[in-house]
Nanobody, 119 residues
Framework: QVQLVESGGGLVQPGGSLRLSCAVSGSILGINSMGWYRQAPGKQRELVASIGSGGDKNYADSAKGRFTISRDDARNTVYLQMNSLKPEDTAIYYC?????????????WGQGTQVTVSS
């Protein structure tokens, strides 16, 4: 069974850093795009950053200059390095991946990992 397994969330002080990881488990043929979304209480889920199969990256304005997305295709893993964290970055962060399966592609979501930025 294919699933996305996230790790790396937690509590951090303002100005601190966290690194989120998301690994694809199960049998797949390949990975197209991967990304990170977040959802704060009372708000809609929003894109934080994405990375295509060719390494092209896209960031939300709020993430530019502070967050870096990367991928390791040998490990079927995507990372989100978050620096200079702010209280407004507090949210549940979800991994997203467009996976190539046997006869089709399908988008999968991780279970979410909580990031809390507070002093």
């Amino acid at each position: 069974q294919v699933q996305l397994v996230e790790s790396g969330g937690g509590l951090v002080q303002p100005g601190g850093s966290l690194r989120l990881s998301c690994a694809v488990s199960g049998s797949i043929l390949g990975i197209n795009s991967m990304g990170w979304y977040r959802q704060a209480p009372g708000k809609q889920r929003e894109l934080v950053a994405s990375i295509g199969s060719g390494g092209d990256k896209n960031y939300a304005d709020s993430a530019k200059g502070r967050f870096t997305i990367s991928r390791d295709d040998a490990r079927n893993t995507v990372y989100l390095q978050m620096n200079s964290l702010k209280p407004e970055d507090t949210a549940i962060y979800y991994c997203n991946a467009d996976l190539r399966l046997s006869l089709r592609t399908r988008i999968y979501w991780g279970q979410g990992t909580q990031v809390t930025v507070s002093s």
